[in-house]
């Protein structure tokens, strides 16, 4: 493996204490952020939003809806992942809107990959739909820590948190939009033990099979 990689990749872990004195620079926060925006999803279609919490008040109170874990306030940087409700045609319209316009094409030259991403994701049951995009906001979480490890930027994905408590605290309800998954950001505290702990992964021959 690429040595700067695995270094980056074996010195990540998911921080438990963050070191409130550090806050990450601006020129790494626009790369995080662009890590986020330029994650890929099913048919690029992102069905995503991040909330950045910078309020310490609301911060507060997400923290009394997460176990009281300490990260939610202590973090430089607390993204909140949220997933579309539903991806209903007219999202899928404003999609292919998008496409035409960047890549310079008339709208109905793209009518047949409308009506696919139509038939296939916006058509389906409300339910099926609703967790394909959780699944893709797991993979916008994906490239943020990797992201993170390779800039030395601590981080704790997390999912010990009341999501519907969150939709409230954070004015959701009935926005069509569903918070999914939160990324805490920092600076690993110089006493934070879990730093010390070896990682335990099963072993790559268990995980990874080739099929010739
Ligand atoms: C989706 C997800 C949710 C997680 N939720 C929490 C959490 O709420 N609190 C926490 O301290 N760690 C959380 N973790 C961290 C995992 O426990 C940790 O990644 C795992 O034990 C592997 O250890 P490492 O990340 O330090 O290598 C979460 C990790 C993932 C991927």
């Known amino acids: 493996m690429n040595s700067q990689i695995k270094e980056a990749l074996q010195w990540r872990y998911a921080v438990k204490k963050f070191d409130t004195t550090k806050k990450i620079s601006t020129q790494d926060w626009q790369t995080l952020t662009e890590s986020l925006t330029l994650a890929p999803s099913s048919y690029g279609l992102q069905p995503w939003k991040f909330l950045v919490i910078e309020n310490p008040q609301v911060r507060e109170k997400l923290k009394a809806v997460s176990w009281n874990q300490t990260q939610v306030t202590d973090a430089s940087h607390f993204v909140v992942i949220l997933a579309?409700?539903?991806?209903?045609?007219?999202?899928?319209?404003?999609?292919?809107?998008?496409?035409?316009?960047?890549?310079?094409?008339?709208?109905?030259?793209?009518d047949g990959y409308k009506n696919m991403m139509i038939e296939n994701v916006a058509n389906s049951p409300e339910e099926?739909?609703?967790?394909?995009?959780?699944?893709?906001?797991?993979?916008?979480?994906?490239?943020?820590?990797?992201?993170?490890?390779?800039?030395?930027?601590?981080?704790?994905?997390?999912?010990?948190f009341d999501p519907k408590a969150y939709d409230k605290i954070l004015?959701?309800?009935?926005?069509?939009?569903?918070?999914?998954?939160?990324?805490?950001?920092?600076?690993?505290?110089?006493?934070?033990?879990?730093?010390?702990?070896?990682?335990?992964?099963?072993?790559d021959n268990t995980l990874i099979e080739y099929v010739k």
Do not use: C
């Open 84 to 110: 579309r409700d539903k991806v209903d045609a007219d999202f899928v319209q404003k999609y292919v809107n998008r496409v035409a316009e960047v890549r310079g094409l008339p709208v109905d030259a793209l």
């Open 128 to 160: 099926q739909s609703r967790h394909w995009a959780k699944r893709q906001a797991y993979i916008a979480m994906g490239f943020l820590l990797e992201t993170a490890a390779l800039l030395k930027v601590d981080s704790t994905p997390m999912e010990g």
């Open 171 to 203: 004015g959701l309800e009935d926005s069509g939009w569903n918070t999914t998954v939160v990324v805490a950001l920092g600076y690993r505290h110089a006493e934070d033990v879990t730093q010390n702990f070896k990682k335990v992964r099963f072993t």
